[in-house]
Every structure is written in structure tokens, then in C-alpha cells.
């Protein structure tokens, strides 16, 4: 344990930041998973309101430096590429 004042109270930061962190990712995780999902899935209209559920989490993290912004843009491609082949199929 920390013996200085300013030592604990950074300790303690940290231990409130890193829970906050791990809900924020989770929650990030959750939204990704939900959208794929529904994509593979093929339930387009689901799919769709997933995705755009999604995207606004993972800009999120990249403003709060969870994720680097190249793997949010993987993401975001990733799930737009899914719902852009159920248009196709759906055709």
C-alpha cells in the first residue's frame, strides 16, 4: 500500500477510473456483439437499428481513449459491410 497521501489518492483514482473503464469497454463489447449479430443473423430492419445504436459507443471510446480510432473504423466497416450486404441479398 501506498505510505505517501498523494500516493493513496492516486491509488484510489485508479482503481475508480480502471472499474469505470471496464464498464465503458464492456458496454462497447455488448453494443459490437448485439450489431454482428443481428447482421449474421439477417434480420435486416434489427441489424440496421443496431448498427446505428453502435456507432455513437464506438465514437465514444475513441473520444475517451479506450480504443485506438483505426479500431474503431475497422468497426464501424466491419458492421456497415454486413448491413450493406443484407441490402444486396434483400434485392
Do not use: C, Y
Amino acid at each position: 500500500m501506498a505510505n505517501i497521501k498523494s500516493a493513496e489518492k492516486r491509488a484510489k483514482q485508479n482503481v475508480k477510473r480502471r472499474a469505470n473503464n471496464m464498464a465503458t469497454r464492456s458496454r462497447f463489447r455488448t453494443a459490437v456483439k448485439g450489431a454482428l449479430a443481428a447482421v449474421k443473423a439477417g434480420k435486416k430492419d434489427e441489424a440496421s437499428a443496431s448498427v446505428k445504436a453502435a456507432t455513437p459507443v464506438i465514437d465514444s471510446m475513441v473520444n475517451k481513449k479506450l480504443i485506438h480510432k483505426n479500431k474503431a473504423a475497422r468497426h464501424k466497416r466491419q458492421l456497415n459491410a454486413g448491413l450493406k450486404a443484407l441490402a444486396l441479398a434483400a434485392k
